[in-house]
C-alpha cells in the first residue's frame, strides 16, 4: 500500500463567534425625564381639557345642590269653635277643591239661626209699625190743626162781641186758653209726627237700618252654620292632619294642611357669587333625589329673593359689634317647574333636587 505524500492533520471545528452582550438598561436619570415628561403632558391635556370644558360648558351655567321643593299649601282652620263630629279624610290622601275635609256639630249654630230669623221677623213687624205710627201721627196732626181752627174761630167771635157788652171777660178768656191749648196741642202732635218720620225717612221696609241690621245677623248666623264644614280650598294632598272625631277644637287652629303638589316649585339657594348673571326667565335643568338622575326637569327662573336667610332670622347678625366674620351668603331662587312633567312624575314639598341655571340668555 502507498502511503500519501503528505501527512494532513485534522481539522479542528471552528468555533462559534461570541454572542453580542445584551444592551445596557438606560440610566436611572433617563428614566425619571421620562416619566417626568409623561406626566408634565398628562398634566397639561387634563388643564387644557378643563380650560375648554370650563370655558365652553361650565361657565355658561351656575349649579347647586342646595334645592329643595316647595308649595303654596293651605292651612285649614276652623272659623267657628265646636266639636269634632266627622273626618272624612286622612294623611296623604288626594282631595281636589270643594271636597269635605272636616264637619263640626252644628246644633248650636242652627239654633242661633233660628233666633236670627225670628230677631228678623220681629225688626220687620216694628218697622211696619213705625209706618202705621207716622200715618196715625199725620191723622192726629191733622186733627189739631182743626182744633186750632176751631178755636181760633170762637175766640174772633168772642172777642168782636166784648165791645158791646155781649161776652163777658170770662168768655173771652176761657176762648183764649182753649186756642192756647190747641195750639199746644198742635206743637205736640207735629213734633210726635217728625220723631216718627224721622225713624223711617228715606227708606222702606226692606232698607230700614233695623232690618237691614237683623238682616246682616240673620246672614252671619247662616254663615257660621256653614262654616261647621270645612272644605278644600284647592287640590293637593292632605298633611299633618293632628285632629280626631270629637276634640273640641277653636276658631283659628290648624287642622291640617293641604299641599296642592301640582303647582309646586323650587327654591334653589345659590352663593352670592353665582347670581351676577341669573336672570328672571332663564332656563333651568332640574334633577330630584327621587327619581335620580334618569329624569331630568326643566323649568324656568321666576325670581330671587329678596334677602338671605340670616338677614330675616329671628335673630339677625348684628355685624355692627366689631365681631364680625365674612360668611359666603346665600339666596333663594325660585324656580317654576314644567306642569307637564311635573304632572308625570309628581314631587313632594321639601325633597332635594339638584338645579342647573343656563346664564347664556
Known amino acids: 500500500m502507498d502511503r500519501p505524500d503528505t501527512f494532513e492533520a485534522p481539522k479542528a471545528p471552528i468555533a462559534a463567534a461570541p454572542a453580542a452582550p445584551p444592551a445596557a438598561p438606560p440610566p436611572r436619570r433617563t428614566m425619571r425625564r421620562r416619566l417626568f415628561a409623561i406626566l408634565g403632558l398628562a398634566v397639561l391635556a387634563g388643564a387644557v381639557g378643563y380650560g375648554a370644558y370650563y370655558y365652553l360648558v361650565s361657565a355658561n351655567y351656575e349649579t347647586t345642590d342646595d334645592a329643595y321643593v316647595d308649595a303654596s299649601v293651605a292651612a285649614i282652620t276652623p272659623q267657628v269653635q265646636g266639636r269634632i263630629a266627622e273626618l272624612p279624610v286622612k294623611d296623604t290622601q288626594h282631595v281636589k277643591a270643594g271636597d269635605i275635609l272636616v264637619v263640626i256639630g252644628d246644633a248650636d249654630a242652627k239654633l242661633a239661626v233660628a233666633q236670627a230669623e225670628a230677631a228678623y221677623s220681629l225688626a220687620r213687624r216694628r218697622v211696619q209699625g213705625y209706618f202705621a205710627d207716622v200715618a196715625g201721627a199725620k191723622a192726629e196732626l191733622a186733627a189739631r190743626q182743626a182744633d186750632v181752627k176751631r178755636a181760633e174761630g170762637d175766640y174772633r167771635r168772642r172777642a168782636g162781641l166784648a165791645a158791646s157788652g155781649a161776652v163777658s171777660g170770662d168768655e173771652i178768656t176761657s176762648a183764649r186758653n182753649a186756642l192756647d191749648n190747641a195750639r199746644a196741642a198742635y206743637t205736640a202732635a207735629e213734633q210726635k209726627l217728625a220723631g216718627l218720620e224721622a225713624l223711617v225717612e228715606g227708606h222702606d221696609i226692606d232698607t230700614n237700618p233695623e232690618v237691614l241690621s237683623a238682616e246682616a245677623s240673620l246672614d252671619?248666623?247662616?254663615?257660621?252654620?256653614?262654616?261647621?264644614?270645612?272644605?278644600?280650598?284647592?287640590?293637593?294632598?292632605?298633611?299633618?292632619?293632628?285632629?280626631?272625631?270629637?276634640?273640641?277644637?277653636?276658631v283659628g287652629a290648624t287642622l291640617m294642611i293641604v299641599v296642592p303638589i301640582a303647582e309646586a316649585h323650587v327654591n334653589a339657594n345659590f352663593k352670592e357669587v353665582q347670581l351676577e348673571h341669573v336672570r328672571p326667565g332663564q332656563a333651568v335643568e332640574l334633577i330630584s333625589d327621587l327619581y335620580g338622575s334618569d329624569v331630568v326637569f326643566h323649568g324656568t327662573v321666576e325670581g330671587i329673593g329678596g334677602g338671605t336667610g340670616a338677614a330675616f332670622s329671628v335673630i339677625p347678625a348684628q355685624n355692627a359689634t366689631g365681631n364680625w366674620i365674612k360668611v359666603v351668603q346665600r339666596l333663594?331662587?325660585?324656580?317654576?317647574?314644567?306642569?307637564?312633567?311635573?304632572?308625570?312624575?309628581?314631587?313632594?314639598?321639601?325633597?332635594?333636587?339638584?338645579?342647573?341655571i343656563d346664564i347664556r340668555q
Open 332 to 356: 333663594p331662587v325660585r324656580i317654576a317647574l314644567d306642569p307637564k312633567e311635573l304632572a308625570e312624575h309628581p314631587l313632594r314639598v321639601g325633597l332635594s333636587m339638584s338645579v342647573s
Open 220 to 250: 252671619k248666623a247662616k254663615l257660621d252654620l256653614a262654616r261647621t264644614v270645612l272644605r278644600a280650598p284647592i287640590d293637593g294632598i292632605v298633611a299633618q292632619n293632628t285632629v280626631q272625631v270629637g276634640q273640641q277644637v277653636g
